[in-house]
């Protein structure tokens, strides 16, 4: 990702996204924001973007294992190992770094 210092913040918001610049061996296309090894790097470079992503996946996944969690028939200890496997796990992936 190249940040060109005479490009100032209020000029980026304006660029069209679809426009493609010339560069020495063909073109490139600009974007907001990019998955690089599993993370997501936004063009302001603060982490928004990707804690949403992660928050949003996690909804998604409590909403999969909805039945398997108002099962009665299932040990709260197992639903607390799913849980901590699965949502939490994609939520919290990344944080220590």
Do not use: H
């Not at 928004?48 to 996944?61: L, M, S």
């Not at 028939?73 to 799913?82: G, H, M, P």
């Amino acid at each position: 990702m190249y940040f060109p210092p005479s490009l100032q913040p209020d000029q980026y918001k304006v660029l069209d996204m679809q426009e493609k610049l010339e560069v020495k061996d063909g073109y490139m296309t600009l974007t907001r924001c990019f998955k690089y090894l599993g993370s997501w790097i936004s063009d302001n470079l603060k982490d928004e973007y990707e804690i949403e992503t992660r928050v949003k996946k996690a909804q998604a996944q409590m909403g999969t294992l909805k039945p398997f969690f108002q099962c009665k028939y299932i040990n709260l200890a197992v639903k607390c190992s799913v849980y901590m496997a699965v949502p939490m796990n994609t939520v919290l992936w990344g944080c220590e770094s």
